[in-house]
Each structure stands twice: as C-alpha cells, then as structure tokens.
C-alpha cells in the first residue's frame, strides 16, 4: 500500500513502518542484562498519539491511528517477519502459490476464536473479501482485491483465490483487513455499523474503552493464539502536539512516543533520562522528495533536473533538520533493504557541475543580476509544500537558497493540505513541490511511475511516462520470482537514476523512546513493535496496578 | 491637547515605543546585522552570543534579525486591517446614521449578527481554508472587526442629523455625500482615530496567534508568531525563541494600547479630569 | 417583563438565521472538500469510491439545496452527522464538548469579574495617584499579553520546571479510580492553568472598564449630593456609585461572550482540553462541515442566551428600567 505523508510524519512514521538496516540502540550496555528478569503479568504501557482515530474497522479508516488502534484488536493472515523480507503465517497457518502465483490455497489455523467465543473460519474472510468488493462500502483499499478473479471456500479453514493474472503484492495483501467477524456483521451496513465503535477482535488485545480524543484503552486477549500478551492493559492518550507529549512523556504520563529529531539530540541524553528511558532508533519507511512537473518545459530537460539535484546539498539538510538523523536518498527504496540498487553513485553536492548542466540546458546569466535566464526569461518559480509539517518546510527552504547560488530564483510556498492538493497537485498547476512517501513492504511501485497513472488524482503527478519503466513495471508485479524481480527493480532504479524525475532528498530515521521498565524489546528492521505483544514489565518495576 | 497627551507619562510611553517600532520597521534592512533568511546549518539552536544577539533559529538564522523583519509584518498587517475595518466601519455607519430607516435597521442587524458572531471562528475557517498569505490575514481580520467603528460613526452621524445646520444644509439641496463627508464625519474622526489605534494592537495580537497555530503568516517570512511557533517545539532547548518574540508582541501592544488610552482620555468630552 | 422576553426572542430569529447564513456561506466557499481528506494521495481510492463518498455526504447537490435542507434540520434539532470517519451524530459530539467549555468559561468570567471589580473600584476612588498608574501599568501589560505565549511560559514554569501542575488534558490517566474528592481535585489542577491565563489577560480589559465606568457615574450630580449629605465615602462608593457603575459591565459582560468562546479555541488547543474551542479547530482543519457549522450555531444560540441573561440582569439592577 502506498499513501503519501501527510501533516505529520513521526506519528505515522511510528505506526507499524518498520524497516531493514542496521537498527541501533541508544541503551548502555548494562541495562540489557538485566533484561534476564522474567516475564510477569500485569501493568499497563501508554501511548502518546497525536490524531484520535476515526473508526476501528480497519477497511474503513484511512487515517494512521485508526489503524494504529486496529492493529491491536485484529490480525490478518500473514505479516511480514522482523526482517521485513519474507511473510509469516498468522491467521493462515500454511499456503500453496500455484500457477506462477495466479492461485493461492490458504489454510487457516484451527484454533483461533474471537474474543466473543465464537470460532474464526475462512467463512469470516469470505466475508471481508466480498464486504471490501462491494461498492457500497466506503473503503478506500479495494483496488488489491478487485484483482481477484475467484474466491472459492473450500471448507471452514481452507480457501482458494485464483487471480486474473499473477499479482506479486498480492499474498501480502491478506492482511488483517478482510479478517471480521461475519456473525456479527452479516446483513448489517458495514458504513454505520456500530461495530467501528465497540469492535470484537481476535488480536492480541481486545477493545476496552473510547473516550472521543482523549483516551484509548485495550486490555489483553487471554485467548490470544499466540499466547496471551504480557501487558495487561494499553492505553492511547491523545495529545495533539509532541511538546506537550515530550512534557508528559518526563512526568511519567506516558511511556512511549515517537521523538523529533531535536528532542532525541538534545533533550534526552542526561543520566535521569539514561535511567528511566531507552531510546531506539531505526531507518524508517519513508523518503521525502522533490517533484517537478515533468509537463512544464523547463523541467521537461533532464540536464534541468540533474543540474537541481547537484544543486542541493542533502547532507546538509540532513544535518539542519534532521540532526543527522536520516540519509540521503538517491532512489524510492530505503536504504539497506534489498531492493536498493546500491551500485548506483550519489548524485553529489556539485554547484559547479549544475551550472555547468543549467548552462547546457541554454540557462546563463545573460543581464548579470544573478539569476539565470534563457530568452529574456529568468528562471523563477515557486516551490509548494504543505502546512503543518515543519521539516518540509525547513527542507524547501533550504533548498531554495542553495538552488539561489546556482543563480535559480526560487520562493517557497506553503498550502493548505488539502488546497494544496486540490488547487494544484490534482489540477497540475504546480511547478516543483516538496513532498513524501511512505512505501510499502512489497517493491512494487505501479501507482508512482506508471504512465497509466497520470489521471485525474493520481499519484504519478508528475507526469513522468517512460516505455521501459512501464514496462519492467508490469513484469515486476506480475512474477513471484525474487531474483527476477530483484533484477526488474534494480533496473527501474537506473532509468529512474539518469532521468531524475525528482530529486530524492532523505530518508529519515525513527526515533521512538521507551520507558526502561518495559523488557523484551528486540531491535530488528521491522523496528521494536512488531513483536510488541511479547513485551512485559518485571514484578517489581510494574507501575500500574490493573484491577478487574 | 499635546501638552495634555505629555501629561500623562503613560501615554508618553506609549507614543514612544509606537515611534521607535516605526522606525525599526522602516529601517529593518539597515538595523538588522543579518539577512532573515541566510541560515547555516552548522549553529541551528544557538543562544545569545556575540554574533547572534538573541541566539539562532532551527536552522542557524538570526532570531534578532528576523524580529526585526517580523516588526514590519505586524506592523503591516496592523495598519491594513485597520484600515480595511475602518473604511468598512465608516461608510457602513455613514449610511446607516444618515439614512436611518430600513437601511439603518438592515445594517444594524448585520452589526449585530456580526457582533455575536465568535469572529475567531470565522478567520480561523477562512484563513485554514484560503491560502493564508500575509493579504488574506489582513483583509479577514479587517473583515471582522469594523463593527465597533460602525456604531461609532453611526452614532454621531446621528446625533448631528438633528441639528439644526444640518436640517438647513439638507434643505438648501446640499447632497447628502457631501454633508456626511464634509459635517459628519470630521466630528466622528477623533473617536475613530483612538478605535483605529486600539484597533492595530488587537490586529498584531490576532495575527500573532494566527501565525502561532501555523495558520497565520507562514515561514519562511519571519513574523513574531510564527517565531513563537518554533519557540513552543524547542521548549527547554531554546529558550530564547519563546521569550523574545513574546516580549516583542507584549511591548507592542502595550504601546498602543497605551497610546491610544491615553488619547481617549484626551479626546474624549466627557471625560475631563476633575 | 414576560412581553420584553417574548420580544427578545423573537429577536432571535433572523439573528440565527443570519448567523446560519454566514456560517453556510463560509463553509460553502471553501475550495476543496471532505472527501479529499479521506481518499487523497491513497492508490486504494479510486475514482469511484469518491464520487460514492460525496453522493453520501450530499456534497454533489447545488449550494442552495444544501442550505435548505441543512436549515430544515436544524430547525427541527438534527445538527446532522460528522463527516469524519466516526459518523457520529454532530449534536452528541457538541454536547460532549460543551460543559467542558462552559465550566472553563463560567469559572473565567467569575474570577475576571471578582478581581475586576475591586480593582476598578480602588483604582477609580484613587484615579490618577501613583499606586493607580502602577495598577494601570500592570493591567496593561496583562491586557497585551499574547495568550499563547504566557500560556506557553506557565506551561514551562510551572509544568516543566517546577512540575506542580500537569500541562494537557483535562484528567489524569487514572481518574476513574479516584474518589469524588480527588476527581474534583484532579481536574481543578488541570484547569488551573488554562483558567489562571485565561483570567489574568481578561482580567485587564474588565478592570479597566469598570474603573471608567466608576469615574463616570463618580461625576454625576447625586454622588456629589451624597456626599454633601455627609455620607462617608464608602458608603458613597458601595451603596450608590457601585450599583449604577456595574449596569455597563453588565453589558460589556454580555458583549464579551463571543470572544471568550473564541479565545478558547487557542486555550483549549495548546492545552489539549477537550471542549469546542479545540473540537472547532480540529473539525475546520479537518474539513467536517456539519460539526464546524453546528459549533457555529450553537455558539450563535449560547451568546445569545447569554446576552439575554446579562440583559435580564441589568434590568434587575437598574430599578429604572423595570417600570418601563
């Protein structure tokens, strides 16, 4: 799935992107001995959250903390490991890719049951499968399953899918959105149902309590299939901004929350901090770019772009905005995944060459007042990005006074996100914008580059059309063969190399904290919350007493 | 009258921060040691020092610098909406005192709808929803603060309809423009002119905490709100963002408020001391 | 006085209805609608499922007709229901929000009042002498003190450096197993700060005004009689100057619903208090139309009560205007 980071990025950073790449952790030594204390029942963890969410029906929420709370309450069939690199069984226990993946069998685990006492079965993901279809249903994540050609239900753990044509993404696609109980929902309009509300799951927490934009609250699941969660209880506070979190977050009124750059350099490396908190960080699932609109001319050269993205100093940006918490980026694949070419050189910071390049492209300063011109035009235009996020605003205005000494006149704009969209992301009337994408799991990036996807509202905005791209697109998304696609995707990374449709800027690095009482924490590339049901609070350092 | 505004040393004051804000504004390019916009990415977050008297931003530009640029912001967004709301006010209390009837009650409905209205709520919709440049601040704050003005001018517009010169003006066939414009309005000028001042104090706060929330005058162009907003995300790191530029909004209002008090307290007939 | 009632809410009528108004037209004139931040920059949401989204929200039908048929509604008690995803009906959501905003502003207004009122008294029997230039002074500086940053500043003193009082929400995590006491204790200390700030920069407007107010009626020809009489200047003060000089803080009380509410929004927003100031500003940003206007228009209906109340009160003072 791809949806693109919008107002605020660390929350969403933080909700399930994880990713591969050297994780690192910022606790000494010594408190991880101590992780030999063993697991004990009981205490309750608290979120901080920036958004409420808007419904827990996980097909129907659109926004990061409703999937975020979901998550907790439902599970889907597979769920990539820790190393983000293969599926796992879940709900599914076993399944057989057929006929170069255009059929799927799955088997169902036998065991599981909601948490009303009811039996889960393949009946219950019929169900989703046809419910997510219907075009009634106000989702926006029925594209994945609109390819598939059959669903056949074998028995109540077994079900067969046959696909138009083998669709790569598609086993991860099974996850936890089509997973709902047909008991209760059958016959009921899933839109208003009040089920969004007071969901019955069979994750590894059940649904406690919701006080609209203030609290969340789960407890465990005793009959989770995976064993029952340590933590008794789990609570989300809504708490708009992430001063006043990082405020809470020192007077024990949370225990985990995404830091911001600043705060993880700056404000968290005193010893009272070392010794009641632990700070972790990994390369996050996202990348921030800068697009141009491949339908004005100017930009239509690809010295242009070349010259731009010599230009910039992304290191420096990084630096400044980051605190150095992140990389450049050269390419849509995160880095240290194996996707990433990773033979590919950087694209410098090399004024003289982009002046070089811009002067190629027929752009030299003709009147002598600075700014580049070519037929009496000088070359000026505005860089849009969205309001409410803070880094992408320092980053367009960074990069506008280092396009500035290239002889580039260039002025920052800031919209309203969804003006922005509307008045000029969906009407093409913008020249360059700032913005960013958060990936998904599965290297296919169809809806991105595409020259199919130009229309109205779609994600190829630019407009960047390319016959091989195409090409090796399709291909890539329609193989269940990794090396070939390994192949594919490293090839689209060169075209998209020497053509610089935009310039990728940084990937930046996620940097939750963590109060220290909690134990079982295990650092990999999916992050620390995938195995999060498993973590656990000693005897005698619970905090919270949880009565019935 | 100028000897009685010097009585008042509190009124004096006033009139002195309003001149000297002027001047910074006015003479920004030449005060300000260095350019707004210039950032380095090696000194983000710096405090006070030698080169950067008030310490440096998020990304290493100078925060006295940019206060001195963020004057001219409030002070412009101050005038403009002023002078919208005043316009606005005047020519809506004009006709209204001048044609009374179903004008005047027509109009003095609108005031009053106005009036119960939570303005905030209606520039806070507008600005989230049109582009929010530094024009748009203006003129919706303008929009939504000319009614006091209004009843100001109708109400004198008013009380000279009755006199006799006027009743002599309208029978001798004068045009009633030239009456408001010519009569009515010089007399009405002096409470307008003391609501005007008041009038920019409220503006550069509401601009402030516009800019504050993020939907006011948006960076890169400096405006003390908008400084204030990075003040709240370094909280405890970079103290020198919060107090500044809340001192800077603080000692400004506080200038025209005084001075516009303290012309009140002059201008006003009714108010004579004992 | 049953017929001056009847006559001022009959008044209310066109007022709400040219509130409505305006609130529509806002709203109307917004580019962009709800839907886009829902389905946008999503490759999951195609086409379809927008225009299917707009048909269920009503956005496809022409202005006019969704006034109309909002007006209907309204005029019957349906605010509608919220366009975010939660779909939960906008009048259950106000009414959620409301006592919370109003208990913020009813405690406001009572302190303003109560710190204001002897403030502007002294300062009026001692105009113009140095402790009442010290007294200006520093009413001054309250009045142009920029909410957020000394909400802002308290937050850092008092929640930061001296952790005496909690800085967000309105409760604490473990509320519900409080006693009646304690939850009455907890939420006190939550709203201390936002009360405190909010009183302390309201506060020097009111003050301000009651001592002009004071000064006026100190010049009228019964003070001057009453004091001829013989009658101490206390009881000058209290038992004949103060009745006549509360009339227009009354008034100005009435006034300055509106503003409050709106000062709310900031408040409640920096301090994550749950009430409608914050809801509003969640809901513009958002894009939820039916709960912005329904915030208007309740907002509309309670400063008009209001006003009323402060009307009806000013002519329970002013035995002058009983008899007319």
Known sequence: MLECVGAVAIAALLAGCGSPGAPVSDSPPAQRADAQLPPARGDAIVFGTIGDASTLIPMLGSDSASHEYAGNIFDGLVEYDKTLSTLEPRLAESWDVEDGGQKITFHLRRDVKWTDGQPFTARDVEFGFHLIRDPATLTSYSEDYKQVQSFELLDDHNFRVVYEKPFAPALASWGSMVVLPRHLLEGKNINESDFGRHPVGLGPHKFEGWERNRLFTLRSNPEYYRGRPWIERVVYRVIPDQATQFLELKSGGLDMMGLTPLQFSRQTSSPAFAQSFRKYRYVSNAYTYMGYNLADERFADVRVRRAFSHAVNKQEIVDAVLFGLGTPAEGPYRPGTRWVNDKLPSYDYDPAKARELLAEAGWKDSDGDGIVDRNGMPFSFKILTNQGNDQRLKTATMIQKRLRDIGVDAQVRVLEWSAFLNNFVDTRRFEVIVLGWSLSLDPDQYDIWHSSKTGYKQFNFIGYKNAQVDELLERGRRTFDEAERKRIYDLIQEILYEEQPYTFLYVPVATPILAARFRGIEEAPAGISWNFPFWYVPKGEQKYVITR | ?274 | MLSYLAKRLAGFIPMLLGISFVSFMVIALAPGNPVDLMTDLNPKASPEARVKLEQYYGLDKPLYVQYGLWLGRIARGDLGVSFSRDRRPVLDKVLEALPITLMLNVIELILIVAMAIPIGIYSAARAYSLLDRIVTVFVFIGFAMPGFWVALLGMIAFGEMLNWLPISGLTSLDYESFSTLGKIKDIASHLILPIGIGALTGLAGMSRFVRSSMLEVLRQDYVQTARAKGLSERVVLMRHALRNALLPVVTLLGLSLPGLIGGAVIGETIFAIPGMGRLFYTSVLGRDYPVVMGIMMSTAVLTLVGSLLADLLYVAIDPRMRKS
């Open chain 2, 1 to 274: 009258m100028i000897r009685r505004l010097m009585a008042n040393p509190l009124t004096v004051a006033g009139g002195i921060i309003v001149a000297v804000l002027f001047l910074i504004a006015i003479l920004a390019p030449v005060l300000s040691p260095w350019d707004p916009n210039d950032f380095d990415a090696r000194r983000v977050l710096e405090g006070p020092s030698a080169a950067h008297l008030l310490g440096t931003d998020g990304l290493g530009r100078d925060v006295l610098s940019r206060m001195i640029y963020g004057a001219r912001v409030s002070l412009m967004v101050g005038f403009v909406a002023v002078g919208i709301a005043t316009a606005i006010g005047m020519s809506l209390g004009a006709f209204a005192g001048f044609f009374g009837g179903i004008i005047d009650a027509v109009i003095m409905r609108f005031v009053d709808v106005m009036l119960n209205f939570p303005t905030v709520f209606l520039i806070l919709s507008v600005i989230a929803y049109l582009d929010a440049s530094i024009w748009n601040i203006m003129v919706v704050i303008g929009l939504t603060s000319w009614m006091g003005v209004c009843r100001l001018v109708r109400a004198e517009v008013m009380s000279l309809r009755e006199r006799d010169f006027m009743i002599a003006a309208v029978a001798l066939g004068l045009k009633p423009s030239r009456i408001i414009l010519r009569h009515a309005l010089p007399n009405a000028m002096a409470p307008v002119f003391v609501s005007a001042i008041l009038g920019v104090a409220g503006a550069i706060l509401v601009e402030s905490a516009l800019s504050f929330l993020g939907i006011g005058v948006q960076p890169p162009t400096a405006s003390w709100g908008n400084i204030l907003t990075e003040g709240k995300d370094t909280l405890g790191v970079a103290w020198w963002l919060s107090v500044c530029p809340g001192l800077a909004i603080l000692v400004t209002v506080l200038g025209y408020n005084l001075l516009g008090e303290g012309l009140r307290d002059v201008l006003d007939p009714r108010l004579k001391a004992r």
